[in-house]
């Protein structure tokens, strides 16, 4: 869990404490990076694009990191976070070195009947590039909207599907709530 920052009104009992000033203000420099950079890559991408090698030594420096933090030791964390901040810089230049591209978002839009906009995208990475671009546009990944086509299958006994494969092309224009049939036929 991320330190809180001292503060005299949210977090009294760290307000002047050398030791939660240090770690907390450690944390934000390396924060600031990390933010650069996943704006820059997406989240959660940057250590898949570079060596395996260079990948590991990231996710341990990240677990020393981590472990100071718990162990409330503020050298420890400065030490760690001025390692962080390096490693950053090292998948940012090796990922750059092997021809990667930062993340730009590739998007499929569309107004709902009610005009409302959506874009659809790959992934996570791609949805808060977007996102951020796009404010007032609800983004939805591939994941997401295959939970939401699951979901209704779920609800309507895997109609969806059913129709989608049937019929080819057949677009579902209007969904309405339908009560099981269970009655008897009268005949």
């Not at 005299?8 to 600031?32: L, Q, R």
């Not at 998948?91 to 590739?106: C, F, I, M, Y």
Request: hydrophobic share 40%; with cysteine.
């Amino acid at each position: 869990m991320k330190p809180q920052r001292p503060d005299k009104i949210t977090a009294p009992d760290f307000f002047g404490d050398e030791n939660a000033e240090t770690i907390f203000h450690s944390i934000s420099a390396v924060d600031y990076v990390a933010q650069k950079m996943e704006s820059k890559w997406g989240c959660d991408r940057l250590s898949k694009l570079v060596s395996a090698d260079t990948a590991a030594k990231f996710g341990s420096a990240k677990a020393k990191l981590d472990r100071a933090i718990s162990e409330n030791d503020a050298q420890a964390v400065t030490k760690r976070a001025s390692v962080m901040q390096r490693g950053w810089e090292a998948l940012d230049k090796e990922a750059t070195a092997r021809g990667e591209r930062p993340v730009s978002a590739v998007a499929w839009t569309w107004r709902d009947d009610d005009a409302r906009a959506h874009a659809f995208v790959k992934d996570t990475a791609e949805a808060i590039a977007y996102g951020n671009d796009n404010p007032g546009v609800a983004v939805w990944t591939m994941a997401e909207v295959v939970r939401v086509v699951d979901a209704f299958n779920k609800q309507y006994e895997n109609l969806g599907n059913k129709a989608k494969i049937a019929f080819p092309g057949t677009e579902i224009v209007k969904i309405k709530n339908r009560k099981k049939l269970s009655d008897e036929i009268p005949f």
